[in-house]
Nanobody
Framework: QVQLVESGGGLVQPGGSLRLSCAASGIIVSIYAMGWYRQAPGKQRELVATITRGGSTNYADSVKGRFTISRDNAKNTVYLQMSSLKPEDTAVYYC???????????WGQGTQVTVSS
């Protein structure tokens, strides 16, 4: 059974930082394309950042230079380091795992990030 468990969300002031974690079980993150997505109230889910099996990263323009995705293969965990947070970053953040060339596509339950003074 595959599980992706996000943690690290919370309330933070504008300009602050948070680190989200996605602990995986039932899959090996190093052979999946891992990603973080977010969904704000009334909006569609959008891509935030991805990391390929080879370690290449990709970011939404809105978070470039502020967010960093990384992977710890030993812990089977993916992280999203978020800095210089803005109110518009407020959303539920979801972890995603896709195995290339297969229908395997898994989601976590999400973690709430609220940026507010």
């Amino acid at each position: 059974q595959v599980q992706l468990v996000e943690s690290g969300g919370g309330l933070v002031q504008p300009g602050g930082s948070l680190r989200l974690s996605c602990a995986a079980s039932g899959i090996i993150v190093s052979i999946y394309a891992m990603g973080w997505y977010r969904q704000a109230p009334g909006k569609q889910r959008e891509l935030v950042a991805t990391i390929t099996r080879g370690g290449s990263t990709n970011y939404a323009d809105s978070v470039k230079g502020r967010f960093t995705i990384s992977r710890d293969n030993a812990k089977n965990t993916v992280y999203l380091q978020m800095s210089s947070l803005k109110p518009e970053d407020t959303a539920v953040y979801y972890c995603n795992a896709k195995k290339p060339l297969t229908p395997s596509n898994y989601w976590g339950q999400g973690t709430q990030v609220t940026v507010s003074s």
